[in-house]
């Protein structure tokens, strides 16, 4: 059966017109009325790609008090995502082929954003053995990582860039050494110090990237084909670090989150532990540097780490609170709002869908016929507050609550299904 989306606007266009979608593939633009089947009015708004969340935590298996696959995944749609790479620091961590395929299995039959699988690089992420990266990508996992721990092992991270290279696949890294980072609640300078809380410093972001990228220039100087990509980039050092490597040619990508880029450490002064993320809001020195790395092509993509806890978890106080900020569903309307103007909607459109297909090596979307129907519809113009009460995320809560936004998703589409609609949920 057919899906016409009429009454939308192509990006950079006025022009009001219908897409048709057929087989979860775009048919057409435009077609005649004989062929539209059902249709669904696109309200005026804009048309592009589904967003692609290169990094978010759904909690599933064994947190799902916290999140699950039901739940973020709605609530990804809600934010105009279609594709999501979930992490795997789960209870039990994602490093068992039969694990991989049961959650891709059961997110198949939710009809939500579709999800995408990444296994831990090493055996539980306890950074001892690797785990049996082979068989986690037959079974169809895209990614390796122990995202939610530091890689402290070099050389353990050597073997599986080595490894992961053979069969062609990115290993992701949170770039913090354990060590400098120790107990730091927050970033380390001079709001810390007024408050008397123990700081987490760049150098920690800095060091370990450091170390990363001299064994990335290694093994790319022997030959192999190896692929680092550096998680939510939080400072100014760090990124530095990443623009250097880049202009010597070293196969290293990297991302950048919403909050670190919109919020800074002066927020804890509130001592509200829902700004207590790892790594941790830094200056505004660094999120202007990392505003820089967006504008000259130095991050490749943007990724909410969407982190979800009970509410009862963040209400404890900032030193025993868990790490982690809940926003997906709100992240499209954040950017625009701040930065479609002086970013570009275009520049910021490929940094929320192609950036992270690059990343993985996959081929950007496309809105052309014949294409994957993955599809987002947004109000450019409408501003609404933002309510974490009517959240499909099961973190009814977000650090940009009540702020007026922009941009808002109308109606997401994956593979020519509505997984999403406005006023329909």
Known sequence: MNLTITNVKRLGSEERESVTLEDGL???????????????????????????????????PGQTEKEDLASGLAAAAAGGYTNVICMPNTTPVIDDPALVRALQEKAAGLGLARLHVSAALTQGQRGERLAELSALKSAGAVMFTDDGR???DARLLRLG?????????????????????????????AVSETLGLPGNPVAAEAARIARDLEIVAYLHGQGLPVRLHIQHLSSARGLELVRSAKQRGLPVTCEVSPHHLT?????????????????????????????????????????????????AEKERDLLEAPFGIPYIEVA???????????????????????????????????????????????????ERKVNPASFQSKAKFCPYAGETLRGWPLLTVVGGEVAFEQGCQ
């Not at 860039?161 to 890294?173: H, I, K, P, Q, T």
């Open 26 to 60: 775009i048919k057409g633009w435009n077609l005649p009325e004989d062929q539209h089947g059902e249709t669904l009015d696109g309200r005026g708004g804009t048309l592009i790609p589904g967003l692609f969340e290169p990094h978010a935590h759904l909690r599933e």
């Open 161 to 189: 860039l080595e490894y992961a290279a053979s069969l062609g696949m990115v290993v992701s890294v949170h770039a913090e050494d354990a060590s400098l980072r120790a107990d730091g609640v927050m970033n380390e300078g």
């Open 332 to 382: 499209w309307p954040v950017m625009y709002t701040r930065f479609g103007e002086k970013l570009g909607v275009e520049k910021l459109v490929d940094l929320m869908t192609a950036g992270p297909a690059r990343v993985l090596g996959w081929d950007a979307p496309s809105l052309e016929p014949g294409e994957r129907a993955d599809l987002m519809v947004f109000d450019p113009d409408t």
């Open 263 to 311: 919020l800074t450490d002066e927020k804890l002064r509130s001592f509200d532990a829902i700004y207590k993320v790892a790594p941790p809001l830094r200056t505004q020195a660094d999120a202007d540097a990392l505003f820089e790395g967006l504008l000259d092509g130095t991050v490749d993509c943007i990724a909410t780490d969407h982190a979800p806890h009970t509410r």
């Open 150 to 152: 530091t890689n402290e």
